[in-house]
């Protein structure tokens, strides 16, 4: 299996390095990084927790920040975030609660993925040009419940 170096730095003072929960997790777990307990009531805005680490993602990859299962069965709905390769600020999670819940610093709140990402070259063509398969066009809900 190959091995892949990605830097990390603690950007706030309490910052928790990602860590895995066991070796074959696809996710590192990032744990929130709060200066006091966090309230979360307000069900409309999104919002973020910071992690309090900075990454260098290598060129040719890309870093997912997605939810934790566990979180969103209690009530902490995030949204993918995306860590391009020539960023290097905080990584934060977003999430949308879904009830009222309190946040702990130290507290795991999603999962970064450090997945290949290759450069993509488009090339437009007419429809036409495009190939055919047995799914075509049929779209959302075409594949059955």
């Known amino acids: 299996m190959l091995n892949l170096t990605v830097k990390i730095a ?5 910052a928790i390095l990602p860590t895995r929960s066991h070796d074959t997790d696809a996710g590192m777990d990032l744990y929130a990084s709060l200066d006091q307990q ?4 307000d069900f409309m ?3 973020k927790i910071p992690t309090g680490i900075a990454v260098e993602i290598p060129d040719g990859y890309v870093g ?7 979180k969103y ?3 902490l709905m995030t949204s993918v975030g ?11 999670v977003i999430y949308h609660p879904h009830g009222s819940m309190e ?5 795991r709140v999603g999962q970064l993925l450090v997945v290949p990402c290759p450069p993509v070259i488009w090339k437009e063509v007419t429809e036409s040009e495009l190939s055919q398969t047995s799914r075509s ?3 959302l809900g075409s594949t059955g419940k």
């Open 38 to 41: 966090r309230c979360i009531r």
């Open 45 to 47: 805005q999104p919002n």
């Open 82 to 92: 995306v860590i391009d390769p020539g960023y290097r600020g905080e990584v934060h």
């Open 103 to 107: 946040l702990q610093n130290g507290e």
């Open 10 to 14: 603690r950007v706030r003072e309490n």
């Open 73 to 75: 069965l209690e009530g």
């Open 64 to 70: 997912l920040v997605v939810g934790r299962s566990g």
């Open 137 to 139: 066009k049929k779209g």
